[in-house]
């Protein structure tokens, strides 16, 4: 089983720019389609975007499509998150998740159910 730590969060102004990690350690993170979620208290967990294997599929969520972007380094079994023009709303819990394994190499998950491995989270904050 793979282990994930998130690291990056912070408080920054709106239109301001962060860049998330997840380090996943135990098994290789090439093994996995990974994804990141966010969560605001008392609400469901929501999809903010995926990558594939092999990093060659990517996809995200309507409200975040063109700020922020998705990428891995296998090689150092890092997927980034970087985040641009933050808007308050975009304040919340940032969580970074592994799909099941095995799996195909350009496979995508979007829901938080297809996911097996979840790391504790990094607060982002965005003042207005």
């Known amino acids: 089983q793979v282990q994930l730590v998130e690291s990056g969060g912070g408080l920054v102004q709106a239109g301001d720019s962060l860049r998330l990690s997840c380090i996943a350690s135990?098994?290789?993170?090439?093994?996995?389609?990974m994804g990141w979620f966010r969560q605001v208290p008392g609400l469901e967990r929501e999809f903010v975007a995926a990558i594939s294997r092999n990093g060659g599929r990517t996809e995200s969520t309507e409200s975040v499509k063109g700020r922020f972007t998705i990428s891995r380094d296998n090689a150092k079994n890092t997927v980034y998150l970087q985040m641009n023009s933050l808007k308050p709303e975009d304040t919340a819990v940032y969580y970074c998740a592994a799909g099941p394994s095995p799996t195909s190499t350009w496979q995508l998950y979007l829901r938080a159910t297809e996911y097996r491995s979840w790391g504790r989270g990094t607060q982002v904050t965005v003042s207005s």
């Open positions: 135990g098994r290789t993170s090439s093994s996995y389609a």
